[in-house]
């Protein structure tokens, strides 16, 4: 299971925009994970590495990675360790289909999604 503290220090890197950053700090985790928790990680180190592509102007590599956070992700809970999951989805899909549509700097220019604590 993900620490908080290094979870924490995941999501301020994500909320920073510093994804290939979040990715190196999310990617051991996951890889020491089982279950839900493994996919949870799995699915929000495929989103920062999409956006990690979209900000560089990879929208093969943006489309590829949220296509495959969202297939993912969707296996999860809509909330997990605080975060909410639901709202990550919908976020995400909403980046992928502008990507799709040929709107990746636009997505880009008005800043992408933040990782949001679920609430109550």
Known sequence: ???PAALAAA???FD???YFEAHEVLEPLWLAATGVDREAL????QVAVGFHHAVNGNAHGA????DRA???LGRCPDSWMGLDLARLRVDSA???AAVHEGRLADVVAAGLPRLTKTTG
């Open 1 to 3: 299971m993900a620490t």
């Open 94 to 96: 909403a980046v992928r």
């Open 11 to 13: 999501v301020a890197l």
């Open 70 to 72: 969202l297939a993912r």
């Open 16 to 18: 920073r925009g510093a």
């Open 63 to 66: 489309a590829a990675l949220l």
């Open 42 to 45: 799995h699915g929000l180190l």
